[in-house]
């Protein structure tokens, strides 16, 4: 583990919190860099809150349903997050557009991980929507966030082949193990102040690329 002061997180999540579980554990095994300061559901039944709770985090639940108007959610959300000195909120299935006044608190400091390939399905019920485009690949995108819809620049993606027989369950299924490995590193990499970002480019600096395609479904091996 360095000894360099570690990045201050909170995760805003709605439903189950498989990603805020695997961030937790990779803090917890050292290979993060980072401290989860707070956990915050707009969902009172939310998974996220028990894991949070379990693992001894401080967690909340900010319900928007008592609230008027998406900016006084979100200004609720934004003083939370400023008592605990937040530095890089993540966003881990947070199921609520974000406002300009919730960005410009946090400036190209607000992640998110959507479960397709970005900019290809945005949205909702993105699994099934690549199912019924016929599309050979699927994936996860970890990009900051904007004011779009799954719309901010993009810090990493895991391709995942879709096969024949996948149906929404198994392909969420595959896509979300990869989830889970791509999210907790782009926070590493932002807590090791290697996230350059110029325009919509950004760039992981001291990262070797990857120069191989790949193909689905994959072509036969043939003699020359
Ligand atoms: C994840 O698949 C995440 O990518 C998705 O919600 C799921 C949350 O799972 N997020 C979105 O669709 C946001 N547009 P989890 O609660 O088990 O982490």
Sequence with gaps: MSLK???????LASGSGTNLQSIIDQCRRGLLNAEIKLVISNNPDA?????????????????????????????AVV???????????VLAGFMRIISPLFLQAFPQRIINIHPALLPSFPGLHVQQKAINYGAKFSGCTVHLVDGGVDTGPIIVQAVVP???????????????????????QAIQWFAEGRVKI???????ENCINLETALINPPLPQREK
């Design 162 to 184: 879709i096969l024949d027989n996948d149906t929404e369950e198994t392909l969420a299924a595959r896509i979300l193990e990869q989830e889970h490995k791509i999210y907790p």
């Design 79 to 89: 003083s939370a997050l400023k008592e605990v000195k937040t530095e890089l909120v």
């Design 5 to 11: 002061q570690k990045l201050c997180l909170a995760v």
């Design 47 to 75: 998974g996220a809150l028990e894991r949070a709770e379990r693992a001894g985090i401080n967690n909340i639940c900010i319900n928007h349903r008592g609230f008027d108007t998406r900016e006084s959610f979100d200004q």
């Design 198 to 204: 110029t325009k919509r480019q950004v760039k992981i």
